[in-house]
């Protein structure tokens, strides 16, 4: 399948052709709720990691505040969002464990959600070893649904793509991590939920990934140091 992603226009609005429509009609629909509100300006973040990593971590949507605007200004930030977005091989495939976006609040908050992981697998291991796909790729402060009359699953049709490369990962037997809106996913790709490599956390408003919080936490581990 196609990756869309290498038709995004360079200028603003930061958004795919084909998601305009939708975007474009949520925004409208919700016009004054700032919490809502799709960021247009910022760069859309579908998808980040190495696409050949054998842990895929399904996630909800990119957030927003307004210190993400400094750091999309960046030109080394945003080339390693174009270079995710089309595969390309990286240093840091995940880059926000790139320790020159340590600051970044993404940066911040993977590095709280996946420490343990990190103390037990090193950080290159997890930085190269993960595959984090978004349900939603463009940037708000709140998730929230399209309503069904613009989108009849409640997404964007970019999201075929995500679907792809999800179904893909289970074909080829790799671990999946749900850190976020298990109903979601499973309704975009049925197969996940019997699936026999899908790791839920115990607590989906405590997303860590530690041991207490997710089953198989040891394949987990195991899987990540050998695909150092």
């Known amino acids: ?11 603003e609005p930061m958004i795919l ?25 910022l760069q859309p973040e579908p998808f980040f990691g190495a696409v050949d990593a ?12 307004e210190t993400d605007r400094a750091w ?8 390693s969002i174009q270079r995710a977005r089309t595969h ?25 959600k996946t420490r343990r992981l990190i103390e037990d697998c090193g950080l290159h291991a997890v930085a190269s070893g993960t595959f984090c796909i978004e349900l939603f790729p463009y940037h708000s402060k709140r998730y929230h649904p399209i309503p069904r009359r613009y989108s009849a699953n409640g997404l964007v049709p970019s999201s075929a793509y995500s679907a792809y490369l999800l179904r893909q990962a289970i074909q080829r037997k790799k671990h999946v991590v749900v850190m976020r809106a298990m109903k979601q996913w499973c309704s975009l790709v049925p197969e996940l939920a019997t699936y026999d490599r899908t790791i ?15 089953t198989n936490y040891d394949d987990l581990v195991t899987a990540l140091k050998e695909s150092v």
């Not at 305009?20 to 016009?31: D, M, P, T």
């Not at 999309?72 to 080339?79: L, N, W």
């Open 1 to 11: 399948m196609k990756n869309p992603w290498t038709d995004l226009p360079s200028t």
């Open 17 to 41: 052709q084909e998601d305009q429509s939708a975007v474009e009609a949520f925004n409208r629909h919700y016009q004054g709720r700032e919490d809502l509100t799709v960021q247009t300006d």
């Open 54 to 65: 054998p842990v895929y971590v399904l996630i909800l949507n990119p957030g927003f505040s």
């Open 72 to 79: 999309h200004a960046r030109e080394d930030f945003v080339s």
């Open 88 to 112: 390309e091989t990286m240093d840091y495939p995940h880059y926000y464990f790139d320790p020159r976006f340590v600051d970044s609040p993404g940066a911040q908050w993977w590095r709280q």
């Open 200 to 214: 839920r956390l115990n607590s989906p408003q405590n997303v860590c990934l530690s041991p207490g919080n997710m």
